[in-house]
């Protein structure tokens, strides 16, 4: 007759045996996809009344903004001296082969963002440029290029809230923006009436937008709106 610290060894060898062979069997997960670049990040904003603010409410500590991203071959430089309430922004693309295009543009604020993304699965990327107005509104722009075949470079436009007043009833600024997975994301705070501006009550609206070709360049459509 077998002791019982006997089976138990063996009951033990045997659990031991099957849990190594089911790690092994596991499958291996996918490489992480990487950032080839990363754009320079603004400074915090200072509070109202700080030292460091010029005249006109810009912070006169904000660096320059810088930033080179990739996706496939095409690599989009955006360069700003963000210094001010208003700030030039230059725009370019280029491949291995060459220059794809420059443009320019002027910002209402400074740069706080910039995201690559082929937002309508066409081959071709587009660069999204994330813009904060001064003052305590923080209202948010943007500033986008799509690259047309990799030949040229063509506007991206975001309706303004203030177009549609069903969105933007309780606007006041405080915007977000992000793309993913072929949607261009805008989300803000809801202010009813009586709200402070650094207290809204009336929770988040989100706005979803799809990348389609307009008459003279892209526009953002607006796809779905979504309240939380």
């Known amino acids: ?18 849990c190594s062979e089911e790690q092994a069997e596991a499958p291996t997960a996918p490489p992480a996809k990487t950032e080839t670049a990363r754009p320079a990040v603004a400074p915090d904003p200072k509070p109202a009344g700080d030292a460091g603010t010029t005249n006109d409410g810009a912070d006169a500590r904000t660096e320059p903004f810088f930033a080179q991203m990739v996706l496939g071959d095409v690599t989009f430089q955006v360069e700003s001296p963000n210094d001010s309430s208003i700030n030039q922004v230059t725009v370019g693309a280029e491949r291995p082969e060459g220059p794809i295009g420059q443009m ?17 699965a066409d081959g071709y990327p587009e660069i999204y440029v994330y813009v904060t107005s001064t003052g305590s509104g923080s209202y948010g722009s943007l500033i986008a290029y799509a690259s ?27 915007d977000e923006f992000a793309v993913g997975e072929g949607t261009f994301l805008r989300r803000f705070p809801i202010y009813k009436d009586g ?7 009336g929770g988040t609206r ?10 003279a360049g892209w ?4 796809d779905r709106v979504v309240e939380f």
């Open 1 to 18: 007759m077998r002791s019982i610290p006997s089976i138990f060894a063996i009951t033990l060898s045997l659990a031991l045996t099957a």
């Open 104 to 120: 320019e543009a002027e910002a209402d604020g400074t740069i706080t963002n910039v995201e690559i993304e082929d937002l309508n």
């Open 148 to 174: 047309n075949r990799n030949k040229s470079l063509s506007q991206i436009y975001l309706p303004a809230i203030e177009d549609d007043p069903a969105i933007s009833k309780g606007y006041m600024g405080h």
């Open 195 to 201: 709200d402070s501006n650094a207290q809204p009550t």
């Open 206 to 215: 989100q706005i979803q937008y799809k990348l389609e070709a307009g008459e």
């Open 219 to 222: 526009i953002l459509r607006q």
